[in-house]
């Protein structure tokens, strides 16, 4: 079982950057796939960033790419997403998640998910 928090949410302006971390209890976060999604208000929940086991393989949406960058630290269980130039489209809660079978390229799939954060919410003002 793995439990996760997400920390760093906020309000800033457009054009600014906000970093999200989240803290994974629990052992063998390094055998976890960690990804980050995002659910705008009246939208659904959609895929942003995620990372493979070491850290190594990243994979990100189209609307994020260049922007946002996901890392992890496995020896603090823990997983960042770093926002740069963010835009107002970038409003919504951001949750985190884990996969314990997908490390690689499926990690886009909500559905390959096992555990998911509660969220934190990113305002983005113009």
């Known amino acids: 079982q793995v439990q996760l928090r997400e920390s760093g949410g906020g309000l800033v302006q457009a054009g600014g950057s906000l970093s999200l971390s989240c803290a994974a209890s629990g052992r063998l976060f390094s055998s976890y796939g960690m990804g980050w999604f995002r659910k705008a208000l009246g939208k659904a929940r959609e895929f942003v960033a995620a990372?493979?086991?070491?850290?190594?393989?990243?994979y990100y949406a189209d609307a994020v790419k260049g922007r946002f960058t996901i890392s992890r630290d496995n020896a603090e269980n823990t997983v960042y997403l770093q926002m740069n130039s963010l835009k107002p489209e970038d409003t919504a809660v951001y949750y985190c998640?884990?996969?314990?079978?997908?490390?690689?390229?499926?990690?886009?799939?909500?559905?390959?998910?096992?555990?998911w954060g509660q969220g934190t919410q990113v305002t983005v003002s113009s």
């Open positions: 990372v493979g086991l070491s850290g190594r393989s990243t």
């Open positions: 998640a884990a996969s314990r079978h997908q490390a690689g390229s499926l990690l886009y799939l909500q559905n390959q998910y096992d555990y």
